[in-house]
């Protein structure tokens, strides 16, 4: 069975993570569509393989229907099997086409698919094509994403970044029918920060209490390797 897989990504100025996230993620899925938040850079002008870019300048506060209207708009429950929404510091665990597209075997008779967030932290505070060593978390967090089996979906959407989702029942969305739910234990490596510009920044913009789980580095750690010449073998 041929299963044909999305990537759907929104970012803003996206350079400590986007060669290393897209050469990641390039060898596993069929497409990525990516949605560029007025970027300082043209991300557009890139000339990258089944990859489609789109720019925009919508405020925060209404990403979430935005991101809604561009599945609609651009076919993707219509054209693929599976849609996985994540941000730009988000990287899936597995590494080859083969052994996502078996993974993804298992979620034929489910709807929704779980991961749960293992956060990562860099060894060097630069970006992750210069210092590619992550000490990422053994113990899965409680922070979940989701992923859609799109043939067994009707209309959704996908709120609060990907956190969670509202499905429609009928076309109504105040009707709702939660749909199968398998939960994974396989997790999403999450890299909150890779620099101290960006720490200081999300110091700021955070309350301190939300943001601790993301800054304390636990005791459990392992190690990935983010190279190039490793995330393109």
Request: aromatic share 16%.
């Amino acid at each position: 069975m041929e299963i044909k897989t999305a990537l759907l990504c929104q970012f803003k100025d996206p350079e400590e993570y986007f060669a290393s996230f897209h050469a990641h993620h390039a060898r596993i899925f069929d497409w990525i569509f990516y949605i560029d938040h007025n970027s300082k850079k043209e991300y557009r002008a890139l000339d990258l393989k089944n990859t489609k870019i789109y720019r925009t300048d919508i405020e925060n506060f209404t990403k979430d229907l935005f991101l809604a209207r561009v599945i609609q708009d651009i076919r993707i429950n219509f054209d693929f099997n599976f849609l996985f929404i994540l941000d730009i510091d988000e990287f899936l665990p597995q590494t080859g086409k083969l052994s996502f597209d078996e993974f993804l075997l298992g979620y034929l008779n489910s709807a929704v698919g779980t991961l749960y967030w293992r956060n990562g932290y860099p060894l060097l505070m630069a970006p992750l094509i210069d210092a590619p060593t992550i000490f990422a978390t053994k113990q899965l967090g409680n922070t979940k994403k989701l992923f859609y089996n799109l043939k067994r979906l009707g209309s959704f959407f996908p709120k609060e970044g990907n956190h969670n989702a509202d499905y429609s029942f009928l076309g109504q969305t105040r009707i709702q029918i939660r749909p199968h739910r398998q939960k994974e234990s396989r997790s999403l490596l999450h890299l909150p920060i890779i620099s101290k510009a960006q720490l200081y920044q999300k110091l700021h913009a955070y309350p301190k209490d939300d943001f601790r789980a993301k800054i304390d580095m636990p005791q459990d750690l392992e190690y990935f390797d983010l190279t190039p010449e490793s995330l393109l073998n």
